[in-house]
């Protein structure tokens, strides 16, 4: 939250192709120091446009290759009208390197998507007042942490299938029995939950929510077998204590990635948009 984070404007590394309604670029952008890369969708015509910063879920940085995880999206929004800039996050693709705690606590990746932002409204063809953030799993979590860390960065935010606002319930669901080397690095580092409970609250959005100022939207399925609804629900809970402006729409039987649903969930996510951009 101190950290005044900066970002020098996207910068097109090479043009991927016209796609009728968009141009779709890989580029990248400077991240508090690090170079991050990205796929850029920016729409056919004059603009200034509205914009979205898009943070995927969790894909194994080994096999990352760049603007994986929200392909659906990054189309779906730049036909809509949207300038799209999916960011890789820091360790991912062509971006630079990060250390293993930098990438456990998220909160690397969560500079990134800020500066994400401050890029974009360095861009001639994007309306700097008219920026939001839209994150899926993991991407939700970290949406969460850009939304706490820096209020009135965007102007309204979506997630789907969000892990939980509270770090120990994603440190046990994922990190202890996947990574316990992992695990064993972040104990050395904080110590352990039991041990020292102020530093794990501390990566908790969770504990900052009535920082947020923007409206929310959350998407959640019944049938996510990767993210419990109840983590959704219990975020819900917590927002509307800080008295925030959220809401979630829940999905009967829709999975971690959304099947049936996804298109209706789209329509809901652009008019959302439309509404507070």
């Known amino acids: 939250m101190a950290n005044e984070l900066r970002s020098g404007p ?7 192709g016209d ?24 729409p056919n015509g004059r603009g200034p446009f509205p914009a979205l910063v898009l943070a995927h ?71 700097p007042d008219r920026v939001g953030l839209l994150g899926r799993s993991m991407g939700g979590g970290i949406v969460y942490n850009a939304l706490v860390t820096k209020p009135g960065l965007v102007d309204a935010a979506v997630v789907y299938a969000p892990v939980s606002s509270l770090f ?24 352990r939950p039991t041990r020292n409970p102020d530093a794990y609250r501390d990566l908790s959005s969770r504990t900052f929510f009535d920082r947020i100022s923007e409206p929310l939207l959350i998407h959640h399925g019944t049938a996510d077998e990767s993210c419990p609804i109840r983590w959704s629900r219990a975020t819900l809970r917590a927002l509307h204590r800080s008295d925030r402006d959220a809401r979630l729409v829940v999905y009967p039987g829709e999975p971690h990635a959304f099947e049936a649903a996804w ?11 439309d509404r507070n951009l």
């Open 57 to 127: 879920g969790y894909i194994e940085p080994s096999i990352y290759t760049t603007g994986q995880g929200l392909m659906r999206e990054q189309d779906y929004l730049a036909r809509a009208g949207y300038v799209v800039l999916h960011t890789d996050y820091r360790g991912h693709a062509g971006s630079d390197p990060t250390g293993t705690l930098d990438r456990e606590t998220r909160i690397g990746y969560t500079e990134d998507v800020i500066t994400a932002v401050l890029a974009l409204r360095k861009t001639p063809y994007v309306d």
């Open 19 to 42: 796609y009728g309604f968009y141009t779709r670029s890989e580029v990248r952008y400077e991240s508090d120091g690090l170079t991050v890369t990205g796929i850029l969708n920016v």
């Open 263 to 273: 298109e209706r969930s789209m329509q809901r996510t652009v008019r959302f948009f």
């Open 10 to 16: 996207v910068r097109v590394v090479r043009e991927v």
């Open 168 to 191: 120990v319930d994603n440190l046990d669901r994922w990190t202890r029995p996947e990574r316990p080397d992992v695990a064993a690095q972040v104990f050395d580092r904080l110590g």
